[in-house]
């Protein structure tokens, strides 16, 4: 799915198609729109990537891949670990996994167009990369839960849900003052907050690791 051609032309082209499909979702962008925004024509995005699918194709792709990799290095390390480590590992991941998300804000952006309906024309993106990277997970964190009657599979979709939804509303504060995901001290709380749900959740033993506070400004 990669483009052919000047290789900075389709490294800007996807760039800014990111930005579009995130912000406005694959139905509300359009090439003329993915064109200007990398300072090139719509006949020229066309000889790169073909049409705007393929762009979104390229897109979910790269986004995935990098998304997947952050997965695969905190399942290495559950794995790796001794079996007295191996929660401190899980919430190891589980910090990559909130990271990488508020790092990377135009992936759960790009899902949560998708759970609002956006591109129904393309089904195949879940069935190829969300389902298999949460099963990923959940299969290699189940053996570690011993409590009767826990739905790890809801759990950890719960995880998704409630860390797409923080990148991409933030928080609220008693006096309706709203706070993004990058506030240290929201992102903290939430951090904090996540850590204990999954813990509590899973009904693993002890208490979940401490978060550090951020330093004050």
């Given at each position: 799915?990669?483009?052919?051609?000047?290789?900075?032309?389709?490294?800007?082209?996807?760039?800014?198609?990111?930005?579009?499909?995130?912000?406005?979702?694959?139905?509300?962008?359009?090439?003329?729109?993915?064109?200007?925004?990398?300072?090139?024509?719509?006949?020229?995005v066309k000889r790169q990537f073909g049409d705007k699918r393929?762009?979104?194709?390229?897109?979910?792709?790269?986004?995935?891949?990098?998304?997947?990799?952050?997965?695969?290095?905190?399942?290495?390390?559950?794995?790796?670990?001794?079996?007295?480590?191996?929660?401190?590992?899980?919430?190891?991941?589980?910090?990559?996994?909130?990271?990488?998300?508020?790092?990377?804000?135009?992936?759960?952006?790009?899902?949560?167009?998708?759970?609002?309906?956006?591109?129904?024309?393309?089904?195949?993106?879940?069935?190829?990369?969300?389902?298999?990277?949460?099963?990923?997970?959940?299969?290699?964190?189940?053996?570690?839960?011993?409590?009767?009657?826990?739905?790890?599979?809801?759990?950890?979709?719960?995880?998704?849900?409630?860390?797409?939804?923080?990148?991409?509303?933030?928080?609220?504060?008693?006096?309706?003052?709203?706070?993004?995901?990058?506030?240290?001290?929201?992102?903290?709380?939430?951090?904090?907050?996540?850590?204990?749900?999954?813990?509590?959740?899973?009904?693993?033993?002890?208490?979940?690791?401490?978060?550090p506070r951020p330093a004050r400004r």
């Open positions: 799915m990669t483009g052919t051609g000047n290789g900075d032309l389709s490294d800007r082209v996807l760039q800014v198609a990111t930005r579009l499909f995130a912000g406005l979702g694959y139905d509300g962008t359009d090439l003329r729109q993915i064109a200007d925004a990398a300072g090139t024509d719509v006949a020229n393929e762009i979104y194709l390229e897109v979910m792709d790269r986004m995935n891949s990098a998304h997947n990799a952050v997965l695969e290095k905190g399942i290495k390390d559950i794995v790796g670990a001794p079996p007295d480590q191996k929660i401190v590992a899980l919430h190891r991941l589980l910090d990559r996994y909130i990271d990488f998300c508020c790092n990377q804000p135009e992936y759960p952006a790009l899902y949560t167009h998708r759970w609002l309906a956006d591109a129904t024309d393309i089904p195949e993106l879940e069935p190829m990369y969300a389902a298999p990277a949460a099963q990923f997970v959940i299969d290699t964190i189940a053996p570690m839960v011993t409590a009767r009657d826990v739905d790890v599979d809801y759990t950890i979709n719960a995880v998704i849900w409630c860390v797409h939804s923080f990148v991409q509303s933030g928080v609220y504060d008693r006096s309706g003052q709203r706070y993004d995901h990058d506030h240290p001290g929201a992102l903290w709380r939430f951090r904090t907050y996540l850590h204990q749900m999954v813990h509590r959740t899973l009904c693993l033993p002890g208490e979940p690791p401490p978060v």
